[in-house]
């Protein structure tokens, strides 16, 4: 008898082949049947009208504390992913002695805008070395699986003590064989990779940059041989590429040494607006030699997020906005309507931080539903001079909008044309695939953990101002070609033997909601979060996890540890 049959959905099986109308069988956690299945069941749902996909594997995340007290790990389990890996950009919390637990929340806390306090008092420290974080987290119930790699940052620090948290200082030959050793230990233990950082935007609070921004090709080498020798694992890394052509020879170097997969970060920047091509003929030219390099790609703009609510907004340095900064919002809205206050403010000015490029004419009014794609007539500088108001009359009004919660929407990234043509370029590239949402992180100013939902209904449905993708190639790519590269090769795929991860989605109401800022976070610290509409069913292991957006009880989620050669 089969656990679970799920009847007449329109199958896209993660293949990139088109939708077919059949049937899924469940049994044992696995997938037993696809097509026609005959026989009882023990529970069946009907999918008449609804995609019957794999579940999503998001490869770019940093729930490395809230692994520790969030069992369902939102935002991620809202947006029908089944797998999250974390441990990205060279921060996490393992390994540690208990003397550098403090810094490396506070590295945690400046790179990833995670607050500080509800690390301190959410993360529960029952480890030191990498493979007792692994055992720490593999005995905490979840809804869905769960990977994990081993950071650059707490490696050295974890060697190296005080001098590591300094990217000036060289490590000694034998610290770089204890490095060595200790990435090949975590290997060995079921991490899924090392990650390092290699960009001046990654700072501890202090302003420090991270550890690994100038690492040396020693090190970093020295690294990849251990990661070879333990014979499984992958590379993730983020670098500014000043030089590109140097830096990118580094890069593979670490491939031929190890003979393991890394995954780069591309991004278009205004600075360097067409570099990202760049990069990918380095990375194609690298496949092409027999190298497993893949350039991970963001589905829309990484964009930051200006509200009432939000760490920065135009009005921050106003006197007179921030002696109302500490009331409610509801009181603070009530007073920022009064006419005598706004024009005060208004009249003390309204600035945009020096780290955003173009200013008030990159700068939009992200709406219900959110629009990620504007059009450069819809910016504020565009507006202003066309309703013979000032940019900052426009931005006031903005975020006074829906009770006070009126988002404005900066796209940093991936946005120097005011289109998306480049990013559907990238993701149409044969070696990139779809990450960078940082799910769990940039809790205050940045909300891109609904990436997967964005990457289909986007692509594959709403894209108004120029060409979509076909479904089939963007599903494929959120789950089999990310589950691939992490080494995942028993999830991705509807088909008998694979993992029974799916989602049953109603494509046609299936939504990204507006973000929302909540206080639910240890301490009550507060983060920005964006739910979704249309999962109407999420299956972790063959068990239902999600119907309707609302947890079932179910925590079958996993901890998952890398494989030999995977």
């Known amino acids: 008898m089969h656990d679970l049959v799920i009847r007449a959905g329109t199958i896209v099986d993660g293949r990139g082949a088109e939708p077919v109308t059949g049937d899924v069988a469940i049994e044992n956690g696995r997938i037993t049947e696809v097509g026609r299945v005959q026989g009882a069941s023990r529970r069946e749902i009907n999918a008449d009208g609804l995609l019957v996909a794999p579940g999503f594997v998001d490869v770019h995340t940093h729930y490395d504390g809230q692994v520790t007290w969030d069992p369902m790990l939102s935002p991620s389990c809202w947006h029908g992913v089944t797998t999250v890996v974390m441990g990205n950009c060279g921060v996490g919390f393992a390994p540690v002695a208990p003397e550098r637990r403090d810094w490396l929340i506070g590295l945690m806390e400046g790179v990833e805008d995670i607050p500080g306090t509800a690390l301190a008092e959410g993360i529960r420290w029952e480890w030191e070395t990498f493979p007792e974080y692994l055992d720490a987290i593999e005995r905490l119930p979840r809804a869905i699986d769960v990977g994990a790699q081993l950071p650059h940052a707490a490696l050295r620090t974890y060697v190296m003590s005080d ?75 983020v670098a500014d590429f000043i030089d590109l052509k140097t830096e990118f020879a580094l890069l593979r170097n670490m491939c031929e040494v190890s003979g393991r997969p890394m995954s780069i970060t591309v991004l278009q920047n205004d600075r360097q607006p067409g570099q990202w091509r760049e990069l990918l003929d380095l990375i194609g030219a690298a496949a092409a030699d027999g190298l497993q390099v893949k350039g991970q790609v963001a589905t829309r703009p990484v964009g930051l997020l200006m509200s009432h609510e939000s760490k920065v907004n135009p009005f921050a340095p106003s006197p007179s906005y921030r002696a109302l900064a500490d009331l409610p919002l509801q009181d603070r809205v009530e007073r920022l309507r009064n006419s005598e206050v706004r024009q005060r403010i208004l009249a003390e000015g309204g600035e945009l931080p020096d780290f955003i490029p173009g200013g008030f004419n990159k700068l939009f009014a992200l709406g219900n539903p959110p629009r990620y794609e504007p059009d450069a007539s819809e910016s504020l500088g565009a507006r202003a001079q066309r309703e013979g108001r000032s940019v900052q009359e426009i931005a006031y009004d903005i975020m006074l909008e829906d009770k006070g919660r009126g988002v404005l929407y900066v796209p940093v990234m991936n946005y120097t044309d005011y289109n998306l043509d480049a990013l559907r370029e990238m993701l149409l590239d044969p070696n990139t695939v779809p990450g960078l949402g940082d799910a769990g992180a940039h809790c205050t100013l940045i909300c891109d953990g609904s990436f997967p939902t964005y990457l289909i209904t986007h692509w594959g449905r709403d894209r108004d101002r120029g060409e979509g993708i076909p479904l089939p190639l963007l599903i494929k790519s959120q789950t089999r070609d990310t589950a691939e590269l992490v080494g995942l090769n028993d999830r991705g795929l509807i088909a008998p033997g694979m993992k029974a991860d799916v989602n049953l989605i109603d494509f046609e109401a299936l939504a990204v909601r507006s973000p929302e800022m909540r206080h639910d976070l240890p301490t009550g610290a507060k983060r920005l979060v964006q739910a979704a509409d249309g999962y109407h069913t999420t299956i972790v292991s063959g068990e239902i996890v999600l119907e309707q957006g609302e947890h079932s009880g179910a925590l079958p989620g996993q901890l998952v540890r890398g494989a030999r050669g995977a």
Do not use: C, Y
């Open 163 to 237: 001098r590591g948290g300094d990217h000036t200082q060289t490590p000694t030959p034998d610290e770089i064989e204890r490095m060595s050793e200790l990435a090949r230990e975590a290997m060995e233990a079921g991490a899924l990779g090392f990650t390092t950082s290699r960009t001046v935007n990654h700072r501890s609070v202090n302003g420090e940059p991270t550890p690994s921004l100038t690492a040396s090709e020693d090190e970093l080498v020295g690294i990849a041989r251990g990661v070879g020798q333990a014979g499984k694992g992958v590379f993730e890394v």
